[in-house]
Nanobody
Framework: QVQLVESGGGLVQAGGSLRLSCAASGRAFSDYAMGWFRQAPGKEREFVAAISSTGRSTHYADSMKGRFTISRNNAENTADLQMNSLKPEDTAVYYC?????????????????WGQGTQVTVSS
């Protein structure tokens, strides 16, 4: 069983950058596709980005394309989310998630393991 722990959240001004990291413990990390989701107060959880088990395939929500980059390091069991040009509307709790297949999905229900989340706050 893989366990996930996010880090890297914080407070940043609009236009700034943050890098979130998701550390996975347990076996077979390289067999799992990974995703990042976020949830703002009063809103539903939404898809941010996903990466296949090999890292060769990535998928982004339209509003994140060109600003966010997802990556993974299977040797270190980590999956990162580089966020640039941040906007106040990016403020949310960000969660990493894994699914026991190699391909990505933008559907939260397709992921069966979640981290505890990390808060990102973007001030205007």
């Amino acid at each position: 069983q893989v366990q996930l722990v996010e880090s890297g959240g914080g407070l940043v001004q609009a236009g700034g950058s943050l890098r979130l990291s998701c550390a996975a413990s347990g076996r077979a990390f390289s067999d799992y596709a990974m995703g990042w989701f976020r949830q703002a107060p009063g809103k539903e959880r939404e898809f941010v980005a996903a990466i296949s088990s090999t890292g060769r395939s990535t998928h982004y929500a339209d509003s994140m394309k060109g600003r966010f980059t997802i990556s993974r390091n299977n040797a270190e069991n980590t999956a990162d989310l580089q966020m640039n040009s941040l906007k106040p509307e990016d403020t949310a709790v960000y969660y990493c998630a894994s699914r026991r297949v190699r391909i990505t999905s933008s559907y939260a229900g397709a992921y069966d393991l979640w981290g505890q989340g990390t808060q990102v706050t973007v001030s205007s």
